[in-house]
């Protein structure tokens, strides 16, 4: 008989050591482990775990087998493994019910339970007697699923079993804006059932994702049926919240232990190296003991002074438990093993002596790992005093499985049995190598020959959509319904994935099924929705955008490959139907090689097969789908592509004699917004010949010398469109040389100002007969908004002798609008079609789950604050339901959701210390900067604002969140309209000219635009270097002779144009909910140092200190919730820099100082504002003339923070006024606080 090797006794050891501490309480019918033998639950989490280390040891025994022994050893703890994994796949498989709900509702009552008899696999509680809600657990099981099949494992037996793992995947990829209860089942730390956004959670969620996609259940013997497949924008989401998350856990823990199986062993989710490092170093600065880590602050599970008879904890007792927080020896193995990985010598040495130290060794050598270690009761007092001084007692389940698992794998490694990427087939733990540069493959397909021919003509030779076959090309919305037979299973009542928008990563693959390859066109191109992409601009800006998303976030094998369509709709294409010069300028660059800094290839579709990412969809080939699911999927592939109707097209433009019959319901669609502009801010504009202004505050152009109108033959080789409803020509412009939006007769004018009165005696007959002949676009869209309201959209209608419904004319002048750039008519009617934009309910979940939460509508009666993810059509209603009549706003709100996602995506930083972004309010500061930019009145700018397009709103929306200054350009789009005897020189020239240029065009019509643009920063920066050097006296002289009206009135010279800048900052800080950097953490600093902050009424009391800690965002989201309560934004930004002068005082008093009373904040501010009064000496009528918001001097508002007259100086000498505060013998405080 052969002797044992060395490494053979070892592993034997082990073999003992799980035997008596692991599988002697596998059951052997069910294979599931229960926690104790009192006790015959079996959780998913910690069965996983434990079952880990005998999956580890049968590797090591594979890996060293000595003898045919060892080799049978091997297979007995691979089968171990299997029964224990089968064994919680059938426990999850009877409940295929809760699983299918789940998919469509994500509510804690229909999720998967976390815990079955272990003797019947049964479920052992009801749906609401346990936070049964627990992502990590479900993907904690996918990932080792995915790893153990990959080392060679069969656990999946069946197609039924594939289609019911292919639902679990459907189950987790939402972890990234589904609340659960964590890993350590409670969610909110007070133990009340509130579920919360976990980082664990969704780390875990994004490890399994990416570990099982593409993966074959079966094995290698499996086939095409035996493929899981994972969409990856799924993954890609998980991974931009978690790392906006990190280091903090949720909302209620601001650091966990549990983030350390998340960015190491076994998860490894995390590819950004210094947010690894910095959330590993939180944990051990915040939570490593003697005995173990703490699961995080304030953790009152079975310490001395927690309640036994209850599960929950008052808010207020949470304080008793820091510093005596149970300790958690398991954690000890986990950065043993997180060293084992990174090849840190040093981490693995130190733990494992702290591991060592902390095993309890039985009668018979065995080493077991306790569950924890906490204080005794009677040495509570000593560790308040000095923490980690008292000797612990260990407590709970020994041995704790989860913990042994963990120290046994540790052990298995640590002596070289096993390497790490014995553990990680799959190598999760090489996520954070870096990765090659990222080439984007750019398609440019035109719809037909016309748009090629007219791109040709600039040198630019593209394919049509026929020209790329036998490739074939589908919008996105195609790959949606093909995702959707995905894990579709009829026995087992599965109803496949549900409809989602697909994401950009999914669509910039290739794939292939039976024998064609299929391409797709991005969600963000679609334009049969919402009338963003309408715009030209921003769809190429959005494009651009598109291109640096894929470079950064790309991770397949293959390159990307971006289809950029130009469809035949004339939105890409100016009044003589050519390309306009922002597209070709994009092709240019795209044939360049750059965009934005990307690298990019432009070429034909064909070219790219070869080096792009291929998927098979191999999940159509099911033979268990029905005969009416394989016409679906015909249906799918041989359907023709729907064309839009050209409700606009003609072969004929003319321009006819305005007609004189007025609507008597003119100006309806104006009064029906409800933006507000500070009348301190809106000043009265005075209109330059030779335009005068029309109602909504855009000058046109008077009547022309020549006094008569043409009608201009205009050849188009376009189609015939479909039989209009509504008359006008393709211009809205060209029915004379006056504007169809300019100023109505002087009996409306009467009417305009009479309102809804009026209204209630309006004719509808004569209505309908103004309708049929008014050929003006605004009047067409006052009438058709009056029969809206008054009639509804199915109330029938006869315009030029057919018969039509109201909503028909409604799309048709929608499309109308939208093809003249008629942005304030495009938002008004989307308004009325309850149109909603596509990624609005992704949109809203981008900006939510990174910690930001919404509202929407104007405080304080309309707002609505919207705190978690919604579903699409019920966050649409709150928007409609805030924005109440002013259909326009609501259109507006929904467009700058999509644009804050952009940005948050792209430029998080913009994001910086704001927790609520307040849509309502940041609309109202868009409409009074361009009040203040323009020097016109609140009404013009309001009108101003929804006449924006697209991408000069983003444009203004970024500058406002980032604090540039900007100026506002107008400028003039120049139409067809023939010079004189008919000359067509200048027909179908569209081009951009300045103010300065527009007299020289008289033969033409001219349509003001707007344009945003960025202040020279030079400019800027001088101004800001003369106004910190102003003197003091020559700021007195002249404060006397400032008019609170023209406070933001620009003047001859620099000087005047400082005034009102500190204001302006004010205002839009405020209304952004901006605060400094720590802002949180210091004012909790002072509510610990007193009995409570009062702001305006409203109390944020001392006792929030005892229920959460500094970093806490509860806290965080408390305080917001406070200065949210202010109405003025000026006003609320000084209330924080008043609680920012009482945090320096926290910080330089040395913890000397403790306020028995309430602090009132904003007695503070006022006591400021007056001995600034004080100061200035500024006369009683002056003052009493200059009061802002809350009765504060403007010109107190309008100076600057720092300095010696700074705000902050004088909040400083007001604090020294009402607070026992030393101070010398002149009152001054010392120069540390102020």
Not at 196 to 222: H, P, Q, V, Y
Not at 596 to 611: E, K, M, P, S, W
Not at 759 to 776: A, K, M, P
Request: with cysteine; glycine share 6%.
């Amino acid at each position: 008989m052969r002797n044992r090797s060395n490494s053979g006794v070892r592993l034997d050891y082990y073999q003992r050591l799980l035997n008596k501490t692991i599988l002697k309480y596998q059951n052997p019918v069910t294979g599931l482990l229960p926690a104790s033998e009192e006790n015959s639950h079996a959780w998913v989490r910690d069965n996983v775990y434990a079952v880990l280390s005998v999956w580890a040891l049968a590797l090591a025994y594979r890996k060293t087998a000595d003898l045919d022994e060892d080799r049978a050893k091997a297979y007995e703890l691979e089968q171990s493994v299997v029964k224990l994994m089968r064994g919680l796949l059938r426990c999850m498989m009877s409940q295929v019910e809760k699983l299918e709900r789940f998919k469509h509702t994500q509510h804690v009552n229909d999720s998967l339970h976390a815990k079955y008899c272990s003797k019947t696999g049964k479920t052992v509680v009801g749906d609401q007697a346990w936070g049964h809600l627990q992502i990590d657990a479900t993907s904690l099981y996918i990932l080792s699923l995915a790893q153990m099949t990959a080392s060679g494992l069969q656990i999946i037996f069946t197609l039924d079993e594939v289609s019911f793992v292919q639902n679990l995947i459907f189950y987790i990829e939402t972890a990234y804006r589904t609340p659960d209860y964590g890993i350590w089942e409670r969610g909110d730390k007070t133990n009340h059932g509130l579920p919360e956004l976990n980082s664990s959670s969704i780390g875990m969620a994004k490890a399994a994702l990416e570990a099982i996609n593409e993966l074959d259940l079966f094995g290698a013997r499996g086939g095409p049926l035996s493929v899981v497949h994972v969409l990856p924008d799924e993954a890609q989401q998980c991974q931009a919240i978690l790392l906006s998350m990190l280091p903090r856990e949720s909302n209620s823990k601001e650091i966990d232990a549990a983030l350390l199986t998340v960015i190491s062993f076994p998860a490894f989710a995390v590819d950004d190296g210094e947010k690894v490092e910095e959330t590993r170093d939180s944990i051990v600065t915040k939570l490593e003991g003697k005995y173990g880590f703490c699961r995080f602050l304030r953790d009152g599970y079975k310490t001395a002074r927690e309640d036994p008879n209850r599960l929950h904890y008052e808010p207020w007792e949470l304080q008793v438990f820091e510093r005596i927080e149970c300790q958690w020896p398991m954690f000890f193995a986990l950065f043993v093993l997180d060293g084992l990985f990174n090849g840190r010598e040093e981490q693995v040495k130190k733990y494992s002596e702290k591991l060592d130290s902390v095993m309890i060794k039985t009668d018979e050598g065995i080493h077991l790992l306790p569950e924890l270690y906490a204080v005794h009761k009677e040495m509570v007092e000593q560790e308040y005093k000095t923490p980690n001084s008292q000797k612990r007692e260990a407590i709970g389940r020994l041995p704790h499985r989860w913990g042994q698992s963990l120290y046994i794998i540790s052990k298995l490694v640590q002596e070289g049995f096993l390497s790490p990427g014995e553990l990680d087939p799959l190598n999760r733990r090489l996520v954070s190598e870096p990765k090659p540069d990222i080439v984007v493959q750019v398609v440019i397909l035109a719809e037909d020959e016309f748009i090629q021919s007219k791109l040709w003509e600039h040198g630019i030779k593209v394919q049509t959509m026929e020209e790329v076959r036998p490739l074939q090309v589908f919008p996105a919305s195609v790959l949606t319904q093909i995702y959707s037979l995905l894990g579709r299973n009829k026995k087992m009542g599965l109803t496949g994935r549900p409809k989602n928008e697909i994401g950009l990563l999914a669509t910039s693959k290739l794939y292939t099924y039976r024998d064609q390859i299929l391409a797709f066109i991005p969600q963000t191109a679609d334009e049969h929705q919402f009338y963003l992409p309408k715009d030209t601009l921003l769809k190429l800006d959005m494009f651009a955008n598109d291109v640096g998303f894929l470079s950064s976030y790309w991770g397949s094998l293959g390159r990307p490959l971006l289809i950029f369509p130009v469809s035949t709709n004339l939105n890409y294409l100016d009044v003589g139907h050519n390309p306009p010069g922002a597209l070709i300028g994009t092709i240019k660059k795209l044939q360049s090689g750059y965009i934005a800094g990307t690298r990019v290839h432009l070429g034909n579709l064909a070219d790219f097969v070869t080096t792009s990412c291929i998927t098979k969809l191999s999940f159509l080939r099911d033979p268990s789908h029905s005969e009416e699911v394989k016409h679906f999927v015909g249906d799918i592939f041989n359907r023709i592509p729907d064309t839009r109707p050209r409700l606009l097209s003609s072969s004929r433009i003319k321009t006819r004699p305005r007609s004189h019959s007025k609507s008597s319901v003119h100006g309806i669609v104006r009064r029906s917004r409800s933006i507000q502009v500070d009348p301190a801010q809106a000043k009265e504009r005075v209109p330059s010949p030779p335009y005068r202004e029309q109602s909504g505050g855009v000058p046109i152009p008077t009547t022309s010398a020549h006094g008569r109108s043409h009608d201009v033959e205009f050849p188009i080789q376009r189609p015939h469109s479909p039989n209009l409803h509504l008359k006008g020509s393709l211009h809205p412009l060209h029915y004379s040389h006056q504007s169809p939006c300019s100023s109505s007769s002087p009996q409306l004018f009467h009417f305009f100002h009479q309102g809804t009165k009026q209204e209630s005696i309006i004719n509808v007959d004569e209505l309908v007969e103004q309708l049929n002949n008014t050929e003006v676009l605004h009047e067409q869209a006052d009438i058709i908004h009056y029969l809206y309201l008054h009639k509804g959209p199915d109330w029938e209608i006869t315009i030029d002798g057919k018969k039509c419904y109201i909503k028909e004319l409604l799309v048709e002048l929608y499309e109308k609008a939208g093809h003249w750039k008629h942005w304030g008519l495009v938002r008004h009617t989307a308004g009325l079609l309850k149109k909603r934009v596509e990624e609005l309910a992704l949109a809203a979940t981008d900006l939510l789950v990174r910690q930001k939460q919404l509202s929407v509508g104007l405080p304080p009666d309309r707002e609505r604050v919207i705190m978690r993810p919604l579903p699409p059509d019920e966050l649409a209603k709150i928007i409609f339901d805030a924005c109440g009549e002013d259909l326009s706003t609501a259109s507006l709100t929904q467009e700058l959701l999509i644009y804050l996602a952009m940005f948050i995506r792209t430029e998080p930083k913009l994001f910086n210390e704001m927790l609520r972004l307040r849509v309502g309010l940041i609309i109202q500061v868009m409409a009074s900067e361009l009040a203040r930019t323009l020097k016109c009145t609140g009404d013009e700018a309001s009108e101003h604002l929804m006449n924006l397009s697209p991408f000069e709103m983003k444009t203004l929306l970024h500058h406002i969140l980032s604090g540039k200054e900007f100026v506002i350009s107008t400028g003039y789009i120049h139409t067809c309209v023939p010079g004189p005897a008919g000359d067509l020189r200048g027909v179908g020239v569209s081009r951009w000219t300045t103010d300065s240029e527009t007299d020289e065009h008289t033969n033409v019509e001219d349509e003001c635009r707007l344009s945003v643009s960025t202040k020279k920063v030079g400019e800027e920066a001088t101004e800001f270097a003369r106004l910190s050097r102003k003197p003091h006296a020559k700021m007195q002289k002249s404060i006397h002779h400032i008019d609170p009206n023209d406070l933001e009135k620009d003047d001859e010279g620099v000087e005047s144009d400082r005034q009102g800048q500190w204001l302006r900052r004010r205002r839009l800080d405020g209304a952004l909910n901006r605060v400094p950097v720590g802002f949180y953490p210091r004012v909790w600093k002072v509510l610990k140092m007193c009995h409570g902050l009062v702001i305006e009424g409203q109390h944020l009391p001392h006792s929030l200190t005892r229920e959460m800690t500094p970093g806490e965002f509860k806290f965080a989201l408390h305080v917001e919730m406070v200065l949210n309560r202010i109405p003025q934004p000026e006003y609320r930004q000084l209330m924080v820099e008043a609680l920012m002068v009482l945090t320096l005082l926290t910080e330089n008093d040395n913890s000397k100082l403790s306020f028995s009373t309430l602090i009132y904040v904003d007695k503070i501010v006022q006591t400021a504002n007056a001995i600034y009064l004080k100061d200035q000496k500024i006369p009683s009528d002056v003052m009493e003339h200059s009061k802002g918001a809350a009765g504060i001097s403007l010109h107190f508002y309008d100076t600057a923070p720092s300095g010696r007259f700074g705000t902050m100086s004088y909040l400083c000498r007001a604090l020294a006024t009402i607070l026992p505060i030393p101070v010398d013998k002149d009152a001054n405080v010392d120069c540390a606080v102020s």
